[in-house]
T-cell receptor, first 116, second 112 residues
Framework: GAVVSQHPSWVICKSGTSVKIECRSL??????MFWYRQFPKQSLMLMAT?????????EQGVEKDKFLINHASLTLSTLTVTSAHPEDSSFYIC????????????FGSGTRLTVV | KQEVTQIPAALSVPEGENLVLNCSFT??????LQWFRQDPGKGLTSLLL?????REQTSGRLNASLDKSSGRSTLYIAASQPGDSATYLC???????????FGKGITLSVRP
């Protein structure tokens, strides 16, 4: 089945530094990737949608300059949290979809970001 | 705007019980519906995918049904086990942008 690999699984960084999270589709071409944020005991909140080779589309209220998304290839998307602050601490999850919507979505295992 | 509802928010059952998790959605024009499982601190694992032309899908002890016209889906778990304890999320894909719309999930606890 479709597999999405997300790294790192957890990261601790100092306030003011930047952190990059990778999301790779291992056995299919991910034409569209999605980045979510999840707060404790809450559902997933879509942050942005990225299509390979084009700029990401951000959801309302998401700072595009803070959360930089790159989808340079059909198998890799990255989320960079720039100048991280403690309020950026959260669980970030990526999702990937192939060319055909009917095959559904595959999610990564998530990244726990803690900013100290 | 598509809205997905899952009720109740939490459920606790004894081991061995058969159970049904419900999901309802407001816009019946969906491409497909997926049921996911999420363990604490983990990502989402896809359990079953039902395409809009299908009425049900089965995988092991899991069976998911879809009634598009009434905007409902159910996930049936047979002979529940403590290892089934997790949060179960229902999500539908609608619209030209094909985004997933999630319910808030049902947190299931299966007691030994």
């Amino acid at each position: 089945g479709a597999v999405v690999s997300q790294h790192p699984s957890w990261v601790i960084c100092k306030s003011g530094t930047s952190v990059k999270i990778e999301c790779r589709s291992l056995d299919f071409q991910a034409t569209t990737m999605f980045w979510y944020r999840q707060f404790p005991k809450q559902s997933l909140m879509l942050m942005a949608t990225s299509n390979e080779g084009s700029k990401a589309t951000y959801e309302q209220g998401v700072e595009k300059d803070k959360f930089l998304i790159n989808h340079a290839s059909l198998t890799l998307s990255t989320l960079t949290v720039t100048s991280a602050h403690p309020e950026d601490s959260s669980f970030y999850i990526c999702s990937a979809r192939g060319r055909k919507v009917v095959y559904g979505y595959t999610f990564g295992s998530g990244t726990r970001l803690t900013v100290v | 705007k598509q809205e997905v509802t899952q009720i109740p928010a939490a459920l606790s059952v004894p081991e061995g019980e058969n159970l049904v998790l419900n999901c309802s959605f407001t816009d019946s024009a969906i491409y497909n519906l997926q049921w996911f499982r999420q363990d604490p601190g983990k990502g989402l694992t896809s359990l079953l995918l039902i395409q809009s032309s299908q009425r049900e899908q089965t995988s092991g002890r899991l069976n998911a049904s879809l009634d598009k016209s009434s905007g409902r889906s159910t996930l049936y778990i047979a002979a529940s086990q403590p290892g089934d304890s997790a949060t179960y999320l229902c999500a539908v894909i609608t619209g030209a942008n094909s985004k997933l719309t999630f319910g808030k999930g049902i947190t299931l606890s299966v007691r030994p």
